[in-house]
């Protein structure tokens, strides 16, 4: 699309116009030059996009323009005229904040709905009028089977981030909701991936959808600064905590596998003077919502997150995101990393990889058809693999004062303090620096068993799961 799209030139209704500028927008992103005119068509839609291209303004602005001009048709409390269907509760959070803000000086009414909370708010919000509903599928059909919820009215329909919805085992829940939709409806897709389920789920579910696409499929925001850095798992803290202190950073989201894992890094931060709050789909909705708000208003520098619950995180211009650990299915790296370098703010994402995650790192590479830069910081980069048959000593942790010296490169990103190597190099110079004193503030890690097998729990070789089997937990979890 051409870069010289304007809001103006969308057509879109004065009032939207006005919050448009409110929000501080001057001009559509690429997803929204693109989509913005096909849904004011009217038509079905299939949108590649990752998170952070400004999608959700994308899909919102359009349908609020639809339904401001439209008139209701037997407008009925609890009958939503455009139902939003996301895979998590922070993004259900967001997606209605986002349609508030843009419907501001629209007489439109809203509501989100999730699990994990109290149903009976929702009863209540459901007995007024409510024109566009924001829900994840599972609290979707509690309502649904309790008839507090009338989906006969639905004109527009959209399924957003519709693989996460997937990977998370809504397929069944999705198919439920479709059922009871009238046939007559628009239909919008938007995904950051199109695995062959999504085809097949978009094929049954779009009429002659038109097509958008705003990055190559299943590729990295170009803008964002990748590095990685290879470091035994058992030293994963403290280097990450060194490079907290050593570059400043003031806003850092870091991914852990596990909910366990997300705890005690965040415990360890604190110990080490560094706020820190987890979130993770254990903590209830207002833990989460409280260290969400902490971290955007810059109360904690470090929030620890798991795939799941950082889903749908946005922050304007957040500056760094770590991966303690590498995810084990690829396309969440791109997620994961899609949370920096929003709407054209440039980012940096670090990878934390264990000799246990090479192969990990080797699909994400695949996946994202580039090779992420490696980096080094003396005093916590392991010897290959065949040192360590040779000489059965473990990686020494740092161990103090000198090494790289610490504020020598103060404020600087990884990839300009620490040395960059290239793919399969152990640094610059060709040594590992094993043994070497490390920077003052990294305190020493706990000395590694021999075999580094199991220095920590979370170091065990972790088997490939599906997605749906780690994220379908409990019943009744269904809905985050
Ligand atoms: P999304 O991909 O929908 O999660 O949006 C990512 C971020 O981009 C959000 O923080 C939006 O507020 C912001 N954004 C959306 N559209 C624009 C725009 N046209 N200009 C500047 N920022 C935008």
Redesign the pocket.
């Known amino acids: 699309m051409t870069t010289e799209t304007t809001f103006a030139s969308l057509g879109l209704a004065e009032p939207i116009m006005r919050a448009i500028a409110d929000?501080?927008?001057?001009?559509?992103?690429p997803i929204?030059a693109q989509a913005i005119p096909q849904v004011l068509e009217g038509g079905d839609l299939l949108a590649a996009?990752q998170?952070?291209?400004?999608?959700?303004?994308?899909f919102t602005l359009p349908i609020l323009h639809h339904l401001s001009t439209r008139a209701a048709q037997a407008p009925k409390p609890g009958r939503p005229r455009c139902l939003i269907l996301v895979p998590t509760r922070e993004l259900a959070a967001?997606v209605e904040e986002?349609v508030k803000t843009y419907g501001k000086y629209l007489s439109l009414t809203s509501m989100v709905m999730f699990g994990g909370v109290n149903i009976n708010p929702q009863f209540k919000a459901l007995k007024s009028r409510v024109d566009i509903l924001v829900a994840t599928p599972g609290r979707l059909l509690d309502h649904l089977g309790q008839k507090t919820v009338d989906l006969s009215g639905v004109e527009i329909l959209v399924l957003d981030e519709a693989d996460r919805m997937l990977d998370m085992g809504f397929i069944r829940d999705i198919k439920k909701v479709l059922a009871v939709l009238p046939k007559q409806r628009q239909n919008l897709l938007f995904s950051a991936t199109f695995s062959d389920e999504i085809r097949t789920l978009a094929n049954g579910l779009l009429h002659n959808p038109k097509s958008v696409e705003v990055a190559r499929r299943n590729t990295t925001v170009e803008i964002i600064e990748q590095s990685m850095h290879r470091v035994p798992q058992a030293h994963k803290r403290d280097l990450l905590a060194h490079l907290i202190k050593r570059h400043d950073w003031q806003q850092v989201l870091v991914f852990t596998r596990t909910k366990h894992g997300a705890n005690k890094l965040a415990e360890k931060l604190i110990k080490d003077g560094i706020t820190a709050a987890a979130i993770h789909g254990n903590k209830s909705q207002s833990a989460r919502t409280k260290a969400l708000a902490s971290f955007k208003d810059g109360g904690v520098r470090v929030l620890v997150a798991t795939d799941i619950a950082a889903r749908g995180i946005?922050i304007?211009q957040l500056p760094q995101v770590v991966n303690f650990e590498l995810p084990n299915v690829p396309e969440d790296y791109v997620h994961r990393i899609g949370r920096t370098g929003?709407?054209?703010t440039t980012g940096s994402a670090l990878s934390l990889v264990d000799d246990e995650e090479i192969g990990y790192l080797r699909d994400i590479e695949k996946l994202i058809k580039r090779s992420i830069v490696r980096v080094e910081v003396e005093g916590f980069t392991p010897p290959p693999k065949s040192e360590l048959m040779s000489d059965e000593r473990p990686p020494r942790p740092p161990q103090g004062r000198g090494g790289q010296r610490q504020g020598q490169n103060a404020g600087q990103r990884p990839g300009q303090g620490a040395r960059q190597t290239q793919p399969g190099n152990r640094s610059a110079s060709g040594r590992t620096p094993q043994g070497t004193p490390a920077a003052g503030s990294a305190k020493p890690a706990a000395r590694p068993a021999p075999n580094r097998a199991a220095p920590n729990n979370q170091s065990q070789p972790r088997k490939p799961r599906p997605q749906a089997a780690l994220f379908s937990a409990k019943p009744g979890s269904r809905g985050h």
């Open positions: 929000a501080g927008y001057t001009t559509p992103t929204q996009a998170t952070g291209t400004g999608k959700t303004a994308g967001q986002s946005d304007d929003r709407a054209g």
